[in-house]
Structure formats: C-alpha cells, structure tokens
C-alpha cells in the first residue's frame, strides 16, 4: 500500500521569534536544521518516489535535507498552492504584540478558527481552498499509482490535508497541531483512503 508522509518544515528563525511568518520567506534556525535530519533519519525505510514542497525556502531547506539524510535523488515538485496560509497584517508581527493591538481573544480567533481571516489574510478554510484542489490534482495521482510520496510543507496548509485525509470536521481540525519536523505517515489503499496513520516522534 502506497504512504503518504507529511512533514511541517523544521523551526524558523520567526517560529523562534514567536513572530506570525505566513508567505514571507524566512530561513531555518540551526536547530530546525536539526529537525530536517532527524526527519530523514527517522524516513530511511521508506523509497519515495516523489516529494511536493511549497514555494517557500524553509520547507524546501527542509526537504533538501530530509532527501540528502535519506540519500534519495528524486522528482521534487514546487508549488505555491502547498503555502502557508497568509497571515496579512499579522505577517511578521511578534505574536505578544498582536495580542496588545488587536486583544487576545480576537486574535486567537484569526489564528485558530476554521473560517474568520486576520484582515487583509487567509482563514484555514481559505488555505484549503487552494491545497486540497492540488492535493486531489495532483498528489494523489501518484498516491492511486502505488508511489510512496513525500510532503514538505507548513502547519496550515497540512492541517488542511490532515483534515481532508481524516474526513475532520471544522470543530476538530482546530484543535489539531503539527510539530515542526515531526513526520506523519499515512497508509492509504487504492482508492485513497487512510488505512493507518503514524506520528514518528524526533526525539532529543
């Protein structure tokens, strides 16, 4: 049965900053550097035939090194549509002053609800407006083929594939977090459907 494994990119110098990041294109941190690896270590048994990434430098840095750990020479495809949500006025703003500006629980909303945007950005229901018409194009062509695929992308635009693989409703894929370098490998059958999941953990 074909896998199909996700990884959120490892740790960038703005997820440390605690600064909103978005579509501004930022670089990784040494220790999410460190994530990549361990990714790949923890990939090895798998012989992926594909890889998608976003057009984002952090997740293709991320994927550059989870294949070089892997030691794995394959098609790698680019694609806006696997960005992160936009975050529009809060891009680049420290999270603690977002909540000075605007109040806590507003927000927490534009961040976690399924379907309100911060201003001039996107909600996560916007975000899988563009993802999962690229996931059904274009990844799962190569899934219902029996290749094994690999991923690389951003918390938001994996939520939203997280939420189209577990049929999650919009009440329960809020709740859902993706670590940073933290490979989740589905199992899926020939039409598509999770068999198995797996979260394989980094370690220290």
């Known amino acids: 049965m074909p896998k199909l494994v996700l990884v959120r990119h490892g740790q960038s110098v703005w997820n440390l900053q605690n600064r909103f990041t978005g579509w501004v294109d930022v670089p990784l941190t040494e220790k999410g550097k460190e994530e990549a690896y361990k990714a790949g270590e923890l990939l090895k048994d798998i012989r992926f035939s594909v890889a998608y990434t976003s057009d984002l430098t952090r997740a293709q840095e991320t994927l ?9 020479l394959i098609p790698v495809i680019k694609d ?12 680049g703003l420290n999270k603690d002053r977002a909540r ?4 806590k629980e507003i927000v927490h909303l534009w961040r976690r609800s399924y379907d309100i945007p911060p201003p001039e950005g996107e909600s996560l229901k916007d975000t899988a ?13 190569d899934i ?11 918390g938001n635009s994996l939520r939203s594939i997280v939420m189209y693989l577990e049929k999650l409703s919009p009440e329960e894929i809020i709740k859902v977090e993706i670590p940073t370098g933290t490979p989740i490998v589905y199992e899926l059958d ?5 068999i198995n999941k797996e979260i394989r953990e980094l370690g220290e």
């Open 190 to 194: 020939e039409n598509g459907n999770v």
């Open 144 to 154: 219902l083929d029996g290749r094994d695929v690999l991923v690389v992308a951003h």
């Open 129 to 141: 407006a563009r993802t999962i018409p690229f996931l059904e194009r274009a990844i799962m062509g």
């Open 100 to 103: 000075e500006k605007w109040g």
């Open 64 to 72: 550059r090194i989870i294949l070089e750990t892997i030691g794995l």
């Open 80 to 91: 806006k549509a696997l960005n992160e949500r936009h975050y529009g006025a809060l891009q």
